[in-house]
Structures are given as C-alpha cells and as structure tokens.
C-alpha cells in the first residue's frame, strides 16, 4: 500500500514538473521587466563577506525579492558571488552574478534555462555620483537596444541590500540587471560561441558588426575588442552564417566617464572622451547603411535620452551633447561623394522593388 502511493505520489510529481515546463513561456528576467521604471527589489546576504572576499569564485546564499506585474512578492533562495574584473577591484561595491535555482524558477512558471544574471551595482559609495554613472550605463544598453534587438536587455532597479549578519546598515542603490547571455544569443537568433576568438572577417556578419562598431564609437568606448572577445559576446546564427558580436560594459566609455575609468592608451588616447574607430574596415556600402539606420534613429535615441529622469538635467544634456559630436562627424560621412553614391543607388534600388510589389 505505501509503495504503491510512492509510486501514485511520485507521477503525480513528474506530471506536475512536466506540466509547469510545458506552461513556461518566460524568462525570470521577462518576469523582471515589465516596467520602464525602476524595479524594486531587495538582496538579503551576507554583505560584508559579499565585499570583502571579492576575489572568491564561490557562491554564498542569499534571498532575492520582488513584486510582480501582478503586485504578488516573489521570493527567490539564490546564490550570489562577485563578478567581472576591473571593477570587482576597484568598487567599493562589486558587480554581482545572480544565481537563481532552476527548481525554483520553474515551479514559479518561469523557464529554468535562463538561470543567470548579472547585477551591475553603484560600484561607488557616493550616492549621486553612482546613481548617474549607473543611469548612463544603462542608458548605453538602452541606446544599442533601440538600434538592434541583437542586444543585452537591461532593467533598471532600485536595489535594498540587507546584510543577514546585522553587520551593516541596510544599503539603498540603483543598479541594473542583464539577461542571461544564452537568452540574450537565443533572441538573437543564434547561441553563444565561446571559442570565437579571432574570427576572420569574412567568418563576422558585418552588417552586425559595423554597427556595433559604429555605436562604440558613438558613446567613445575603446574599452573592448571583438577579436579577443573582450566586452563582446559573439553569437553563432542557428541559420545562416556570420558570427554576430554583441558589446557589454560600457563603463569605460566618453558617454560614462565615470571618475575611475582610464583611457586606451594603445591607441594613444589621453581621455576616455576620445573616440577611436575600432570596427572592420568594410566597404562603403555597407557603411552608408549603418549610418542611414543611425541618423534614422536619432529622434528616437534623443527622446529615450530626454525622458530619463533618473539621470540629472545636467546628465542628460551631457549625453545629448557627447551624442551630437558623433552626428556632426556621420553627417559628413554621409554628404562625401563614395557614401552618397551608395546611397543614391540603394534609393534606387528600394525605389525599383517598390514599383513592383
């Protein structure tokens, strides 16, 4: 008889576990972002051993908390650990890897592949300085994601740090969370590619490429090199060819300049304002394109800029000038004889197919 409930308990299970799968349709950072507005949550750890140890590769535990679209609080049991390297050294508070547990993601609806995330933190104590470097950041993010969906997703959040320990003061600090990367390459068509180092150019989708270069170049971030995969991910399609490049941290760059960031002296920068141009040299076709798609996003780059009031007045300015440096130089890209001429043909061209549809 106990057997045989075992037996009747443990199917039920299974088909539970099997059904919850089938019913996950999102991602725990789907769960994470349906606001535009900063998400409240809170980390319980402990903080001191979390800042302290900042050389550790181990996880230690800690409680994650949030309120859903729903206005219901959900609670996580996940792992965290501090991550990446120059600002793991130099922070008074170090990035942070979010470990979350697949059981628990998928008992909760959500799908458990996608079980990592990054937390960029305020890195700095002072409370207006970090929360304007964190808010350029992400307005970085925001910026690339409204040129391509090929792109890190980031949500904003407004982040209470409770050290179960009782050693510290409850912390209060805006940050942002990325998805998880296999998600991110799923979006994007493909899947990470972790051995792409050095890809030929003719191995690169350039259209991808050029336009990640292009907008590195826009905010000044020399902080990166696709060869080396350094703050780039490269994604190989499921159909198709061409590795697809996809830039993350972009603390190092003119658009951010926060007080600790260094400018490329290979390159023979002496401020992180510089711009250098870093992409594939590509031929002016390809160019032109990804210049008309930036001029044609402009408005709509400047409008995502100005209607980001957590960044100061004087913040958004400063990103809408640094911005307008970049136009200025597109512009006189696009009105040079090579670049109109391909324009004018690919006018053509769209006119033609137009005619015939």
């Known amino acids: 008889m106990n057997i045989r409930f075992l037996i009747a308990l443990l199917a039920l299970f299974s088909l539970s576990t099997v059904s919850a799968a089938q019913q996950a349709d999102r991602t725990i950072f789907d769960g994470l972002s349906f606001s535009a507005e900063a998400l409240e949550v809170s980390i319980e750890t402990d903080l001191a051993s979390l800042i302290d140890n900042r050389k550790t590769e181990d996880y230690q535990k800690a409680v994650f908390s949030f309120e859903n679209a729903s206005g219901t609080l959900e609670v996580h049991e996940i792992k965290v650990k501090p991550r990446g390297k120059f600002r793991r050294s130099v922070c008074d508070f170090p990035p942070v890897k979010l470990n979350f547990s697949k059981d628990r993601l998928l008992s909760s609806g959500y799908i458990a592949e996608y079980d990592k995330l990054k937390l960029v933190t305020h890195c700095l104590d002072d409370k207006f ?18 040129l391509t969906p090929k792109s890190y997703r980031a949500q904003l959040v407004k982040i209470t740090y409770i050290d179960t320990k009782n050693r510290i003061s409850r912390i209060k600090r805006y940050g942002f969370i990325l998805e998880d990367t296999d998600e991110m390459a799923h979006r994007a068509g493909g899947k990470e590619c972790e051995e792409c180092l050095n890809v030929p150019k003719e191995g690169l989708s350039l259209a991808d490429e050029n336009r990640m270069a292009v907008f590195q170049y826009m905010i000044g971030n020399a902080d990166y090199s696709t060869p ?30 926060p007080s600790y960031a260094l400018p490329n002296s290979d390159y023979g920068l002496v401020s992180v304002k510089q711009r250098v141009f870093l992409g594939e040299k590509v ?12 001029r044609n996003k402009r408005a709509a780059m400047q409008a995502i800029v100005n ?51």
């Not at 970090?130 to 994601?145: D, F, G, T």
């Not at 597109?330 to 001429?341: D, F, G, K, M, Y």
Request: glycine letters at 6%.
């Open 129 to 146: 300085v970090s929360k304007e470097n964190v808010a350029k950041e992400y307005l970085a993010y925001r910026l690339y994601n409204e």
């Open 307 to 357: 209607g980001f009031k957590l960044l100061s007045r004087q913040g958004r300015e400063e990103v809408l000038q640094y911005l307008d440096t970049f136009y200025e130089e597109a512009e006189a890209i696009l009105s040079s004889s090579p670049v109109q001429h391909e324009l004018r043909a690919q006018a053509v061209k769209d006119s033609v197919q137009n005619s015939l549809r």
């Open 228 to 257: 080396m995969m350094r703050n780039v991910k490269m994604v190989t399609p499921y159909i198709g060819s061409g590795v697809i490049p996809v830039p993350y941290d972009f603390d190092f760059s003119g658009l951010v300049a």
């Open 283 to 294: 031929d002016a076709a390809i160019l032109a394109g990804t210049l008309e798609e930036f």
